[in-house]
């Protein structure tokens, strides 16, 4: 969006010189307001985007204000470029007062009740820097188009109000004018308060750690706000598939395109999902969601599409198996509901099945190490974390098999003997006797925060364990960052190597487990203090600047906040 003023060339609202701004959510909201004031030429804008519940549109409300002592002319446009592959044209044109974006999978349209003053679909490039725009109005291939409407005349302190709509469809001509008409006719303020309060209603009745009205520190309660708020607009409705962070980052530049589903992150977003009272969501993602994504042999491929379709991958991922039959289990333990897991059983067992396999050869006398990547993606062979993840899938599937069938004993020996075997092997080879700590693969001795896995999450040692208090030991030696937050392992390079959210909160339940309370503490205030504004957790913390850095919004890391802040309050810690 811009503005020309009077005679002015184009003014970008996002990104001018003479341009200051302000953001903010209104409180326990998903409707953002963005305040931007030119100081050239002193208009105030205000920008508040929403989109409405069960409406496919986004609404962007303006309210305009000359500040200057001289009258201002104000035109605003709307210049939009939509990226779609190579063989998949977009193009534009002026139809039913609106400008409509059209490719084979969908219509993108942008319209006012005002009327339009000018429009472009296509050259906009050369045209749009000066603030004017004409040309025709059909059909223009070209994915590059704007539009702009006039504003009048402002006089000094004089207000002006204006909505524009943007509605993506299924590329559909026949309906589309009956469609834009139907918004068009919409009540923006109607809209805009059923919209505030269903959000507020929202996040009340997931409030289910009391932290809203608590005496805890305000931006302990803004990350926890935005976390209830987040996790509905990263399901999929329809399939239960969680998005591990939406982004619109095309060129990586600040992010690395996560908008998948890895069924591993969504065993922890689901857990999270459980404490905040979204049992029904989670409930949906292992009904609906791992039951259309597991394959013919049991096991689940390493990410997928959140409608179900398997997504771009570089290799598989043995936890992403073993996770889903632990988060099946513990969800079981907070919904109670035998028809749950009875509705599930075929694809636990066949899941159970696949890991079976896996550690008949594992455990071989001649393996063929089917080679499996680790937590970070990066290492294809046999690691700790993976293993340790299996063991507890196996102890996870005895339960299971116990409250269905209580008198399946035989199932269950077999399980407890796997489960055994499996752990004597990781304490065989997993354990360097030399270092006194674990390692998190046999060619790798770095320390890794994966290493807390067989202690937390999995629980096949306790904290105390002579292993697992070496290791802490050891890792609090060289994972731990000056700064008081944890890399994800030694020597790594990601982005530059930073701490990460989800390591240091990891350590945080650790420490919560050991009683720690400073150190579960130090880590937890270390996440809360270097939050993005608006309350949102990235992947990594820049370690230099103690900014958020890399993916904004990462649902894992919002997932491992809830589940600490649920620990630290059990066993009082946070006051």
């Known amino acids: 969006m811009s503005v020309k003023i009077n005679d002015s060339l184009n003014i970008y609202l996002h990104d001018d010189i003479n341009n200051t701004y302000m953001q903010r959510y ?68 002026i139809k039913y007062n609106s400008l409509i974006q059209y490719n084979h999978d969908y219509t993108f349209s942008i319209f006012s009740n005002e009327k339009l003053y000018s429009y472009q679909v296509n050259d906009v490039e050369n045209s749009i820097w000066t603030g004017s725009i004409w040309g025709k109005d059909y059909v223009g291939l070209s994915n590059n188009s704007a539009i702009s409407y006039d504003i009048g005349t402002l006089h000094p302190n ?114 999270a999902q459980d404490i905040l009272g979204m049992e029904d969501e989670t409930t949906k993602f292992y009904n609906d969601f791992c039951r259309i994504t597991q394959s013919e042999t049991g096991r689940w491929e390493q990410r997928f599409y959140t409608d179900g379709r398997l997504a771009p991958s570089w290799g598989y991922q043995i936890d992403e198996t073993a996770g889903v039959i632990v988060g099946i289990y513990e969800h079981y333990l907070k919904i109670k509901d035998m028809d749950f897991l009875k509705k599930n059983t075929t694809m636990i067992n066949k899941a159970v099945e696949y890991l079976k396999l896996y550690v008949d050869d594992l455990l071989s006398k001649e393996p063929k190490f089917r ?4 937590l970070w993606e990066e290492y294809e062979g046999v690691s700790l974390y993976a293993l340790a993840n299996i063991y507890s899938a196996f102890r996870a599937a005895m339960k299971i098999s116990v ?98 959210v989800i390591a240091t909160l990891w350590m945080a339940l650790y420490y919560i487990e050991a009683d720690r309370k400073d150190d579960a503490l130090e880590c937890f205030n270390f996440v809360v203090n270097t939050s993005y504004e608006h309350g949102f957790l990235a992947e990594q913390i820049d370690n230099i600047t103690l900014k958020a850095k890399w993916v904004i919004g990462l649902s894992w890391s919002h997932a491992m906040f809830v589940i600490v802040l649920e620990k630290l309050l059990e066993k009082g810690m946070l006051e």
């Open 158 to 271: 004089e207000e002006a109000r204006f909505s524009l709509f943007i509605m993506v469809n299924e590329t559909d001509f026949e309906n589309l004018g009956k469609k834009i008409e139907r918004v068009k006719n919409l009540d923006v303020n109607e809209l805009y308060s059923k919209t505030i309060e269903y959000w507020k209603n929202f996040v009340i009745s997931h409030d289910k750690l009391k932290i809203l009205n608590s005496k805890l520190d305000d931006r302990i309660k803004e990350i926890y706000s935005r976390t209830i708020l987040l996790y509905p607009l990263l399901q999929n409705k329809e399939t239960g598939g969680m998005s591990a962070g939406v982004e619109i980052d095309e060129w990586k530049t600040k992010s690395g395109r996560y908008s998948y589903c890895w069924p591993r992150d969504s065993v922890f977003i689901t857990k």
């Open 26 to 93: 209104i409180e326990n909201t998903n409707v953002l307001q963005t305040e931007i004031f030119n100081t050239y030429f002193s208009l105030r804008v205000l920008q508040t985007d929403f989109v409405p519940v069960n409406e496919n549109i986004l609404v962007r409300n303006y309210l305009i204000k000359n500040e200057n002592s001289i009258d201002l002319k104000i035109n605003l446009l709307a210049n939009s470029k939509l990226l779609s592959n190579i063989n998949n044209d977009t193009s534009g044109l």
């Open 371 to 374: 080679k499996s990547y680790d």
């Open 403 to 500: 409250v269905i069938l209580p008198a399946n004993g035989r199932e269950n020996l077999e399980l407890d003997e796997y489960s055994l075997r499996l752990k004597q092997y990781i304490l065989e080879n997993f354990f360097d006797e030399n270092l006194k700590t674990f390692v998190r693969n046999r060619e790798d001795n770095r320390m890794d925060i994966s290493l807390l896995g067989p202690c937390i999450p999995f629980g096949m040692l306790e904290y105390n364990s002579r292993e697992m208090l070496n290791t802490v030991q050891k890792m609090e030696m060289t994972i731990r960052t000056y700064t008081g937050g944890f890399m994800r392992y030694e020597n790594d390079t990601y982005v530059g190597g930073n701490p990460w």
